[in-house]
C-alpha cells in the first residue's frame, strides 16, 4: 500500500464544506477551518472494488479528528450510488465548473492544499499507468499518486498516523 502525506504537519487552516454529494460550494481549501483536523482525500477508479467506496469512507468518518473529501473518476461512477456516500464528491466536471478565469481558485490544487493524507482506493491498471507516466488529464491524476490495498488495511494505516501525531488515542 502507497499512502502519501501531503502535509506532513496538518496544521491547514482550512475546512471541507458539509456533507453533500455534489460540489454547491467553494471547494474544501477556500472554508476557513475552526479547529485542527486530518485531511483525507480519497481517490475512487473505475475498478469493480469501487463498491467499496461507501464502506471505505464510513470507517474513515468513524475516526474522531478526520475529514474526508473524495474526488472519483467518471467510470468509477458506474459502480457506486454518491446517495451512499456523505461527504463532498469531486469529479472533472467541478474543475472546469469553478475555474472561469485567471483569477479564480483551481480546484486540484486547492484539495493539494487541503488534504493531509491522500490514498487512492481502488487504483486500477489505467491510472496507475497514467500516473507512472506523468499523464495528468483527468481530477484525480492532477494529484499524483494512488494507494490500494483492503479497507481495514487503508483505515489502521490511516488511524497510525494520527496516534503518530499525537491525533488519537490507539485503542
Known sequence: MILQILNPGF?????????HMEP???CPAA??????????????TGSVAALKLP?????????PGLEVTVVTTERAKHFYSPQDVPVTLYSDADEWK????????????????????MLVAPLDANTLGKVASGICD?????????????VETIVAKVQDVL????????S
Not at 472554508?31 to 475512487?44: C, D, E, N, R, T
Not at 469553478?98 to 493539494?112: C, N, Q
Open 24 to 26: 454547491k460550494a467553494p
Open 163 to 170: 496516534f503518530q501525531r499525537g491525533g488519537m488515542q490507539q
Open 31 to 44: 472554508v476557513p477551518s475552526g479547529g485542527k483536523k486530518f485531511h483525507v482525500l480519497v481517490g475512487v
Open 11 to 19: 496544521l491547514s487552516p482550512q475546512k471541507a464544506p458539509g456533507p
Open 98 to 117: 469553478m475555474w472561469k478565469r485567471r483569477s479564480d481558485p483551481v480546484l486540484h490544487i486547492d484539495l493539494r492544499r487541503w488534504a493531509d493524507l
Open 55 to 63: 464502506l471505505l469512507v464510513s470507517k474513515l468518518l468513524d475516526i
Open 138 to 150: 483527468n481530477l484525480l491524476t492532477y494529484q499524483g499518486l494512488g494507494a490500494m490495498a483492503e
